[in-house]
């Protein structure tokens, strides 16, 4: 999560740094703008990782259930088939 946080806070500094260039304004007041939007950006960032990330382990632990179910499924079928086939007259 660091990384993303220092990913999105460089990003957030480089954005409104450049805009706050571009629009014409000081260059130490673009700095200070540019300074707050880091943060912002950075934290954003962050929050939107830790949510991709529980994201992820739900949708993985989601699909192991599904195959732990359908290991056992299959078990049970061959269980069943086996004693189906015991119990039939040669």
Do not use: Y
Not at 69 to 88: C, Q, T, V, W
């Amino acid at each position: 999560m660091k990384f993303a946080l220092l990913v999105g806070g460089l990003i957030g500094f480089v954005i409104v740094f450049a805009t706050g260039l571009s629009v014409g304004k000081d260059p130490s007041k673009a700095l200070f703008e540019a300074s707050i939007g880091s943060i912002v950006v950075g934290l954003l960032t962050r929050w939107l990782g830790m949510i991709w990330i529980r994201n992820v382990k739900q949708m993985l632990m989601e699909k192991h259930q599904a195959a732990v179910a359908a290991l056992a499924e299959a078990e049970e079928r061959k269980s069943r088939d086996a004693k189906e086939a015991a119990s039939k007259p040669v």
